[in-house]
């Protein structure tokens, strides 16, 4: 047997078969993308040489071992550091933790393996990391204690002491001479403005008697007046500023000016308007800067000392630092070490996966160098390739099953009779367009459901054909929707495989309710034509004979009778009449003119329609809302016809009330654009429809009024046939505010549109009925008649 190779296999993979799951299995068992695996652990491994490289090196700093001292800086800069290298090794490991939890949540093989390596080498890499910590803490505790001694304290202390009272001894020496100053100098204020060389030589003898190298004089703006010869070695400071100076207002100040060995002192001279004497006195350089180094060790001290939990905390941080890096790393070896370990098992259980989502062409490679996997891999491959054979026999069978269910499918689409499939419990299981239609129903809300409860009315049929030992079983039925009868011709074709087992039925559904109606329509104008025929000619001899008794022998019928005379010639001339009325309106719906299609204005119709029965009708309310435009193509006495007739109908139904002196009677005429037609709506508060077979009022000789013919709403209904509209009769309270009356809505197509005017189902209906295949229907209506 040949075996095809992974190439191959992928090559011959039909198009369309990684939908059935095999990249799904692939994606959950197989192995993830080599290129993106490869350049994540490259990634990692730099991690982890350069976290461990920044650990040891920030070790070794700290523990003062290199030339580089451990001061804040040094720190912040290793924290920082670290923590960079760290962050990244974190989310590589966290990369690669979310992935085998992800393969864990999801069963992937080798996950439960690879989170337990994981733990091992954590638990191991935890141990001694916790150690070292506990060591690092304790020697650098000891270390610590040693540095912030008592005896090293008293010494810090001692030296600020000496320094201390060295300065203060200094600055008494300098203040005894600058208040002997200011005393001499305010004694000879008289000649500072009369004298001033007399001044400046008191001044100068001052200053030497008392060993001042320099003095000066000066306002409160820090302006020199007047000083005495210079002895200094080093440039004169700069004089103090006002701020200094208002601070020596009230008291002698001392200061240490820098890093000079020089110190000063200011006082306000009493004696002069705003003068203060700034002298300066030379330290000896050593003692000047061992009084400086001692001031700045001793905070440097204290600011060490106070800073001790922070330096333990930023050490600790290290040491937290290096135990982390320590214990990620050894993580990340591990989960390249479980990746190794538990790949060939993965790929193994993904491509079985694959299988058994129906991808027989995955092939697994076969490494003769690892003997055991080799050789379940092989026996993999033999057992695919098995099976793929089988698999393609039996999708050849499948594919000839579906091309015939799919021709089945279109054909029902296509019909235009209902089919309704019916299970051996009732239940139904397929429902076609067509039968949506007839039943108004949606899809969803028919399958599933028990046919008893849809359509009760075949039950009997379906019984029938239960019991029968013929394949079918057909009848007629009248269906009642929403007020609307429907006829319908229905056949149940049972379906058995065996006599012994459970069967099904196939339901089919015909609409023939407007074939009927034309029928009765055709055979209705039959009897019209008949009618007025046989009933016309004998009404003129009728009716001059009786005028013609009454011009005879009128004058000659004794004066008692002739009161009884008149009324009963007047009675016969006067039905004569409306006998040839009636007859009339026969003929008219016998031989109702085929329409002449001329463009107009449907809106002038109604309008014109409504203003003629206003006229009439002056009790009456009219509410028009009709737009200024409706363009169509029509035959305008006919539509005239239809509208009066409907408009007028709306009257006398108003007049027909039982209660119409307590109602105020209202017609409402509305149009509006509805898709590609104009939908009319003539709506009145009179008497209404019934609430079943209303649509039987469409048909010729079917009405509610003791005085009409019947004819009336079957001449709209033809009219507007032949003009490729419709007319439906409903309730006023579904579309106004009226508690009763009723609502007739017309369409005609727009101006454009295509009209079926054909009155294909009439003139069918005609033809049946001439040649003796009406329906069982056509003797009713005879009988009506």
């Not at 966290?94 to 994981?118: N, Q, S, T």
């Not at 060939?344 to 995955?362: K, M, N």
């Not at 009179?686 to 048909?699: C, D, M």
């Amino acid at each position: 047997m040949s075996y095809l190779s992974e190439s191959e296999a992928s090559a011959k993979r039909p198009a369309g078969l990684d939908q059935l799951g095999g990249k799904e299995a692939a994606a959950k068992y197989g192995p993830e993308k080599p290129e993106k695996r490869s350049r994540l652990r490259y990634i990692g491994l730099i991690s982890v040489v350069l976290s461990v490289v920044s650990g040891v090196t920030s070790f070794v700093i700290l523990l003062g071992l290199t030339s580089i001292e451990p001061t804040d800086d040094v720190i912040r800069i290793a924290m920082i550091v670290n923590g960079v290298l760290l962050f990244m090794l974190a989310l590589i490991i966290f990369l690669e933790a979310c992935a085998v939890l992800r393969a864990r949540k999801k069963g992937r093989a080798g996950a439960r393996l690879h989170i337990r390596v994981m733990g091992l080498f954590a638990l191991v890499a935890t141990v001694p990391t916790i150690l070292v910590a506990i060591f690092a803490s304790i020697t650098l505790d000891r270390g610590l204690d040693r540095w912030f001694s008592s005896r090293t304290q008293a010494i810090i202390n001692s030296s600020q002491t000496v320094a201390s009272a060295y300065t203060k001894e200094h600055a008494r020496v300098l203040r005894n001479e600058l208040l002997g100053i200011s005393q001499a100098l305010n004694e000879a204020e008289p000649y500072f403005l009369l004298d001033s060389d007399r001044f400046r030589a008191i001044f100068s003898r001052q200053t030497r008697i008392r060993g001042i190298p320099a003095a000066f004089v000066v306002n409160g703006a820090g302006e020199q007046l007047m000083a005495s010869p210079s002895r200094l070695d080093q440039p004169a400071p700069k004089m103090p500023g006002p701020e200094l100076l208002e601070q020596a207002h009230s008291q002698p100040v001392f200061i240490a000016l820098g890093d000079s060995n020089l110190v000063a002192g200011i006082s306000r001279l009493e004696e002069f308007n705003d003068a203060y004497l700034f002298v300066l006195r030379v330290i000896d350089p050593v003692v000047s800067n061992f009084l400086r180094m001692t001031s700045e060790n001793a905070q440097e001290y204290r600011a060490f000392f106070d800073s001790r939990s922070n330096i333990q905390a930023a050490f600790a941080m290290l040491y937290t630092g290096a135990g982390l890096i320590v214990l990620l790393s050894t993580t990340w070896f591990a989960i390249g070490f479980s990746n190794r370990l538990v790949a060939p098992i993965r790929r193994l259980i993904g491509a079985a996966e694959r299988v058994r989502h129906g991808d027989l062409y995955v092939r697994l490679p076969v490494d003769k160098g690892s003997s055991d996997f080799g050789n379940l891999n092989e026996t993999f491959n033999t057992m695919t390739t098995e099976l793929r054979s089988q698999r393609d026999e039996l999708i050849l069978a499948r594919d000839a099953i579906d091309a015939r269910r799919r021709f089945t499918e279109a054909m029902l689409q296509g019909v235009s009779a209902g089919v309704i499939g019916v299970d051996e419990t009732g239940e139904i299981t397929l429902a076609n367009p067509s039968v949506l239609k007839i039943l108004g129903l949606k899809e969803r809300d028919l399958l599933g459901e028990d046919l008893d409860n849809v359509l009760p009315e075949i039950a009997s049929l379906v019984d029938e054909a239960d019991h029968l030992t013929e394949a079918h079983k057909e009848g007629q039925i009248t269906l009642v929707r929403n007020g609307i009868e429907y006829a319908l011709r229905v056949r149940v074709t049972l379906e058995r495989s065996n006599e012994d087992e459970s069967h099904s039925y196939v339901v089919t559904l015909d609409d023939i309710t407007e074939l009927v109606s034309a029928q009765r329509s055709a055979a209705w104008a039959d009897v019209a034509r008949r009618i007025a025929h046989e009933i016309k000619n004998p009404l003129t001899p009728i009716q001059l004979s009786a005028e013609r008794l009454r011009r005879r022998y009128g004058k000659k019928i004794a004066e008692d009778d002739q009161k009884v005379f008149e009324q009963c010639v007047n009675t016969i001339v006067r039905q004569v009449g409306d006998i040839g009325r009636m007859v009339d309106e026969f003929s008219s719906f016998a031989r109702m003119p085929k329409p002449v299609f001329e463009h107009g204005d449907l809106s002038e119709i109604i309008k014109e329609s409504v203003f003629l029965i206003e006229v009439a009708n002056h009790d009456i309310k009219f509410d028009t809302d009709i737009p200024e435009k409706m363009p169509v193509s029509f035959d305008h006495r006919l539509i005239s016809q239809a509208m009066a007739n409907i408009i007028k109908n709306a009257t006398e139904a108003i007049a027909g009330r039982e209660d119409r002196q307590d109602i105020d009677g209202q017609v409402i005429v509305k149009a509006e654009e509805e898709g590609v037609n104009y939908c009319v709506r003539i709506i009145d508060n009179g008497i209404g429809f019934p609430a079943n077979n209303r649509q039987r009022l469409l048909e010729p000789y079917m009405t509610t009024r003791e005085k009409g013919s019947g004819l009336g709403l079957a001449i709209v209904r033809k009219i507007l046939r032949e003009h490729g509209g419709g007319i439906q009769l409903r309730d006023a309270s579904e579309v106004t505010e009226f508690e009763q009356g009723a609502c007739i809505e017309i369409r005609l197509p727009k101006e454009g549109v295509e009209q079926d005017t054909s009155g294909e189902s009439d003139e069918r209906a005609e033809q049946n009925h001439n040649s003796g295949l009406a329906l069982s229907d056509q003797s009713n209506s005879e009988t009506e008649v």
